[in-house]
């Protein structure tokens, strides 16, 4: 298997859809034994203490490592732009550990940036799925093509009837809300993209709110 990761957020003695986590885990070949240690070590992250963190454990067949970090400030965001989504890229459906093409789009964007195609399609950001709300009230979420199939979507999904389809990034003028899908940052409002600013429903705020109840 190659060395793939998962990021969850520790917090009040839970991880929120800890065994959606787990089962990614396996779905990108980490062997029984190695999903067992990486809850393993969940487990134990949830006794250490009642301040939120990050804990990333990174697996590959013969060895699970985990590492914490400080829970990001959560606040609405102004996304740039970066035109390197490729639809075919098979390779972003795994959480693969080598995150270096990541790496360059921030540096060369100057921070997490929107994934776009060259024709306009939206994918995800570096860091997070994306879900978007129509002026009508329907919730959109881009194709699982050639980005990371992330635990918060798929709840994300199941949450609010999201349908899969094309996301373009002119239809953003018009939408009435978009948000990010993390483990670590929940559901973060989008108030701009490249500086244009968007409309903010109060749907990605009960959003976020449900995501912050969840168990």
């Known amino acids: 298997m190659?060395?793939?990761f998962e990021t969850v957020r520790v917090e009040d003695g839970r991880v929120r859809l800890r065994a959606r986590h787990l089962a990614r885990l396996a779905a990108a070949g980490a062997p029984p034994a190695r999903v067992a240690e990486a809850d393993a070590v969940i487990a134990e992250a949830v006794l250490l203490t009642d301040q939120p963190f990050l804990l990333r454990i990174d697996v590959d067949a013969d060895a699970v490592g985990p590492a914490t970090r400080p829970v990001p400030p959560v606040r609405p965001v102004d996304l740039p732009l970066h035109r390197s989504y490729d639809?075919?890229?098979a390779a972003r459906l795994?959480?693969?550990a080598d995150r270096a093409w990541a790496e360059r789009a921030e540096a060369e964007a100057g921070g997490e940036p929107l994934l776009v195609s060259a024709d306009g399609?939206?994918?995800e950001t570096t860091r997070a799925a994306v879900i978007v709300l129509g002026p009508g009230g329907a919730w959109?979420?881009?194709r699982l093509r050639g980005i990371l199939p992330s635990v918060t979507r798929a709840w994300a999904i199941a949450e609010t009837g999201a349908v899969e389809e094309d996301v373009r990034l002119d239809e953003l003028r018009d939408a009435a809300g978009m948000a990010l899908l993390t483990a670590g940052r929940g559901v973060?409002?989008?108030d701009a993209v490249e500086g244009i600013a968007l409309a903010r429903s109060p749907l990605v705020d009960d959003l976020a709110r449900a995501w912050r109840e969840l168990p």
């Open 2 to 4: 190659i060395p793939v």
């Open 87 to 89: 639809p075919a890229d």
């Open 94 to 96: 795994v959480k693969a």
């Open 121 to 123: 399609l939206i994918g």
């Open 140 to 142: 959109r979420v881009p």
């Open 188 to 190: 973060v409002p989008v």
